[in-house]
């Protein structure tokens, strides 16, 4: 029989986060699967049980959650040989994962989408010795991004972080870039490196409009340094979904960039605050299969 693993993080989806799993762990008994249900409690207990998924071969995990809980369970399977197909319920306040992969984002019909799935293979990123499922960016404005209060992601969504980035301009918000990829090189003042592997991110489904979870590329944008005017023209063409064509972005498609600055900078990794620049990401093509819904 076929054995399936849920995830769950109780801290998000609130009160009905527990009804859910019940939910999908009905529905995968009935599709053939043995089920076990575990909780998390803290940071990285999401990683330590998709981690042992993989040793104890378990076919299935079903990440309950947002997406902090995802790409936890996905930093799980770094390293294993085997690696579980992965199915979303997504119960977050963003779900960029689910959203790039078309999964329904209300968590009732993405459990029932369970019924009559296809799997598509995911491309995950690398950002040094850790993965991630959806974006890393670097510079001042990413710091002050990390900072963003979780009160205003849940209100404002992707805005919350367009708040924060305005904030930013009140100080110098630029720093010296180097930017290596594939077998080029971009150097000069920077205001924001983006390198996103789906289109949506933050909730905001523009930035990358091309972007495909299973294209093989990193979509990487550097904003160049800007002042609150020449902003206003790159947050239109943001919006506009037009990023890439704007002359004060330098937009490019890689499989490996090594970031690096002059500057003390943290980066943002899937949302919270990552690790210390220099780093090298890089774009692990077809990593996971995920299950998605079937169309006819
Ligand atoms: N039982 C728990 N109580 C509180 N926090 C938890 C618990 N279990 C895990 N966590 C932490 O909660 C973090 C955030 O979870 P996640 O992103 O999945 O949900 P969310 O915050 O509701 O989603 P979003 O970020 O989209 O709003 C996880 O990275 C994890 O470290």
Request: with cysteine; proline share 4%; glycine share 6%.
């Amino acid at each position: 029989m076929k054995q399936a693993l849920i995830i769950l993080n109780p801290s998000s989806g609130k009160e009905k986060a527990h009804t859910y799993a019940k939910q999908t762990s009905r529905l995968l008994e009935e599709t053939g699967y043995t089920v076990a249900v575990k909780e998390t409690q803290k940071e990285f207990d999401a990683t330590a049980f998709s981690t042992e998924a993989c040793k104890e071969k378990i076919d299935l995990v079903v990440s309950l959650g947002g997406d902090g809980t995802l790409h936890e369970t996905i930093n799980g399977m770094m390293n294993q040989p085997h690696r579980p197909k992965l199915a979303v319920v997504p119960l977050g306040t963003v779900n960029d994962f689910a959203r790039a992969l078309h999964i329904p984002l209300q968590p009732e019909k993405a459990i029932n989408m369970l019924r009559s799935t296809t799997t598509r293979k995911a491309d995950i990123g690398k950002i040094n010795d850790q993965l991630f499922i959806n974006v890393v960016a670097a510079g001042q404005l990413a710091t002050s991004l990390s900072e963003v209060p979780s009160e205003d992601k849940s209100k404002l969504g992707f805005f919350a972080y367009v708040k924060e980035g305005i904030k930013t301009f009140a100080g110098d918000a630029s720093c010296t870039m180097s930017v290596e990829y594939d077998e080029q090189k971009w150097e000069g003042r920077a205001l924001l490196f983006i390198a996103a592997l789906t289109n949506s991110v933050g909730g905001f489904e523009q930035l990358a409009p091309a972007a495909e979870i299973d294209d093989g590329y990193l979509h990487c944008f550097i904003i160049k340094d800007t002042n609150l005017f020449t902003t206003a023209a790159v947050g239109t063409s943001l919006l506009a979904g037009n990023l890439e064509h704007s002359k004060y972005v330098h937009a490019f498609k890689a499989k490996r960039v090594r970031v690096s600055t002059n500057n003390d900078l943290t980066t943002n990794v899937d949302g919270e605050s990552g690790m210390s620049l220099p780093v090298t990401i890089e774009l692990i093509p077809s990593y996971i299969d995920v299950l998605i819904p079937l169309t006819k």
